[in-house]
């Protein structure tokens, strides 16, 4: 891979913008581009770093795949409508959770949603608009996960020798690609991105499919979203680097009104990070955990059991799958 990471010490944000953003003019040219926004810091940033390089030229659509947060589609097309980014929603959802039935291992579940988001998605969408480039969010840390085998990230293509024009019929262009998570986020402030926006915590490209373990259904996405929602809720202040609710693949033996419930089991994971490349746990205050085990039993249902993960990156990951 010929470029190199920028680091926050090497950042200058007022150039790296103007770079980019003649990068993207130059390289479309007269043609067009479609922009996969996912509402995460990474694909925010290069949304606003193509609307401003290519207007009118860029196409930015927002796939509702059933993997995300509660509210996410409706909620990010209205915050890029305020910005004066047009945002088209794709509603997706039976395609994706066809192409994860019956998958529970972790790398099959990321290859089908690789698969499905590039060729069978993005790859209409291309074809109907006649665009010839896509624009994506990867990050440096994206690629050295990938490439140093810690897991398979789904926006990883021609890192590992994939030729997207030959495989997909479109070049992927990824203009935050030498960018860790703490430079994304000061460069989406430069670019008036809210903060609530670009100091969201990080969210995974399969999103809450990297948050199941086992098989990824409606029924038990659900079940993670909705904690995650409580979890988002009660630690947003917290000023954790990333915080996050993961559903376990078996049930676990529980109680309620004196009686066996077998059910569900959360586990909750809170990290300390600068870069992602390694994390120490969060010490959240014991009345925190309580108070989050009692709304996610109490809220979720199904949910018979709530743990706390209290192990650092190495050897643990921050996403599970």
Not at 138 to 156: C, L, M, P, S, Y
């Amino acid at each position: 891979m010929d470029v190199k990471e920028i680091t926050p010490e090497q950042l200058n944000v007022e150039q790296f913008v103007a770079n980019q953003v003649e990068i993207l003019r130059r390289t479309v040219g007269d043609g067009l581009a479609v922009n996969a926004l996912s509402g995460g810091v990474d694909s925010s940033v290069v949304t606003m770093l193509g609307h401003r390089a290519l207007g009118h030229k860029l196409k930015t659509y927002f796939i509702a795949n059933g993997i995300m947060r509660e509210g996410e589609p409706e909620y990010i097309v209205e915050v890029f409508k305020g910005l004066g980014v047009p945002v088209e929603l794709i509603h997706a959802e039976e395609t994706f959770f066809g192409a994860l039935k019956g998958l529970t291992d972790p790398e099959e579940k990321r290859e089908a949603i690789t698969q499905t988001f590039y060729k069978k998605v993005f790859g209409d969408l291309v074809k109907q608009s006649g665009a010839k480039f896509l624009l994506q969010g990867t990050n440096w840390t994206d690629v050295e996960e990938t490439v140093a085998g810690v897991k398979r990230q789904h926006n990883i293509l021609e890192q590992l020798g994939i030729d997207t024009q030959k495989t997909f019929g479109y070049k992927v262009l990824e203009p935050v690609l030498q960018l860790r998570k703490t430079s994304i986020r000061v460069v989406g402030k430069a670019l008036g991105l809210p903060e609530e926006i670009y100091n969201r915590p990080p969210f995974p490209g399969p999103a809450l499919a990297a948050r199941v373990i086992g098989e990824v259904t409606p029924e038990r996405v659900a079940v993670v979203r909705k904690a995650t929602a409580i979890l988002e809720t009660e630690l947003k202040d917290c000023g954790a680097f990333q915080y996050l609710a993961i559903l376990h693949s078996d049930k676990v033996t529980g109680m309620r009104n004196g009686r066996r419930d077998f059910g569900l089991q959360i586990e909750v994971r809170c990290f300390e990070s600068r870069d992602a490349v390694t994390a120490s746990v969060t010490h959240l205050p014991y009345e925190t955990l309580e108070r989050l085990a009692k709304r996610i039993t109490d809220e979720v249902p199904g949910v018979v059991s709530v743990t706390y993960n209290i192990t650092t990156k190495p050897p643990t990951t921050i996403e599970a799958v």
